[in-house]
């Protein structure tokens, strides 16, 4: 990918250089533990909220991590491609922006 809009207007290189950690982690456990699936990310956190089986423990705040899915997945949708084709397990960069909750961790 380019780092220019397509058709419709997504600038998608430009939105995954801006990502942080915690978000492109998610964008990796959505591809690795859930098949691609962001719904079944979210079942699987929300059932770990109401103390049900779950997958994997997060580090990070379920609440927030429900947020960043929200988020990563309405622009996959939006822009009609899957964020996993750009960020893979073996590029993930530990060195992306912080985000304002990963220094009360």
């Given at each position: 990918m380019t780092g220019t809009p397509d058709e419709a207007g997504f600038d998608?290189?430009?939105?995954?250089?801006?990502?942080?950690?915690?978000?492109?982690?998610?964008?990796?456990?959505?591809?690795?533990?859930?098949?691609?699936?962001w719904q079944a990310m979210v079942d699987d956190l929300q059932a770990r909220l109401a103390g049900g089986p779950y997958v994997f423990k997060l580090a990070n705040r379920i609440e927030d991590d429900l947020e960043r899915i929200e988020r990563l997945s309405g622009f996959e949708t939006q822009a009609g491609v899957d964020l996993s084709d750009f960020i893979t397990l073996e590029n993930l960069?530990?060195?992306?922006p912080k985000d304002e909750h990963e220094s009360h961790e």
């Open positions: 998608v290189q430009r939105f995954v250089d801006r990502l942080t950690s915690k978000e492109r982690m998610l964008v990796v456990l959505k591809h690795e533990l859930y098949q691609g699936s960069n530990p060195d992306r």
